[in-house]
């Protein structure tokens, strides 16, 4: 872990120096920025391997950052919020982040959720290079209507294809390669993050139906992805829409 590099974009000393310390504890290099711009100039110059961002900044906040990183990378993105209870969270998942973090934390579970975030990434990505480079040709995951390429990372709805963020793209096909199995949100979470959600699936709920509004012809009565009311949710291989 010592060549990963984390940047970490917060305004606040103590926690900025918190995390760090932790971090390094954990065998991280940390780059540190104090505001929204300083944290993008960062990014290019740096390329981190993994992005704390915390929404709360000076100048642009850190919607606006998320926003901007995703035009460039897709690099995971761990927002930091200090209000459990409102709508930033989901708005900061929605922009493209992958994951979140509340304030008050335990630094130990920020370690943790970094962690998480860097072992699924790589390894699913590396997954599908080893298969392309070993078979030279396409490999689908195809139904009526939608076709999943894992080889080029990219998805098909009717043949155009719909961009989904790296963690949409992972839970997608984890569903789609366990078709009419049910999983729980807190299973989908520990699947996909590689933690335990603590009982908060908020995460998850936001990512279904992300996509959800990219790959179904109506979210309302999803195709594809479909609720099983007080358990969780199932993918749909019979390619009848739920109603």
């Not at 992005?51 to 606006?64: A, H, K, M, N, T």
């Not at 409102?86 to 943790?112: C, M, N, R, T």
Request: hydrophobic content about 40%; overall charge negative; some cysteine.
């Amino acid at each position: 872990m010592a060549d990963e590099r984390i940047l970490l974009v917060e305004d606040d000393q103590e926690i900025r120096e918190l995390i760090r310390l932790y971090l390094r504890s954990g065998g991280f290099q940390v780059i540190s920025a104090v505001s929204g711009e300083e944290g993008l100039r960062l990014l290019e110059e740096e390329k981190p391997e993994l992005v704390l961002l915390d929404i709360y900044l000076p100048g642009i906040d850190g919607f606006e950052v998320c926003k901007a990183i995703r035009k460039m990378s897709n690099v995971p993105i761990i927002f930091i919020s200090c209000r459990k209870d409102s709508d930033d969270i989901v708005q900061g998942l929605e922009l493209g982040g992958d994951d979140y973090i509340v304030k008050p934390f335990d630094p130990v579970v920020v370690v943790a959720r970094v962690q998480a975030n860097l072992r699924r990434a790589p390894i699913f990505h590396r997954a599908w290079q080893a298969e392309k480079k070993a078979e030279h040709k396409r490999k689908l995951i195809s139904f009526e209507g939608l076709e999943i390429d894992l080889t080029q990372f990219c998805v098909f709805v009717n043949k155009d294809q719909v961009t989904l963020s790296a963690k949409e793209m992972q839970l997608l096909v984890f569903l789609a390669q366990n078709p009419n199995q049910v999983f729980t949100a807190e299973e989908l979470y520990r699947a996909i993050w590689g933690v335990e959600s603590n009982s908060d699936t908020r995460t998850v709920l936001v990512h279904i139906s992300s996509i959800r509004r990219k790959i179904e012809a109506n979210p309302q009565f999803p195709r594809y992805i479909q609720n099983i009311r007080g358990i969780g949710y199932k993918f749909n291989s019979s390619g009848a829409a739920e109603n």
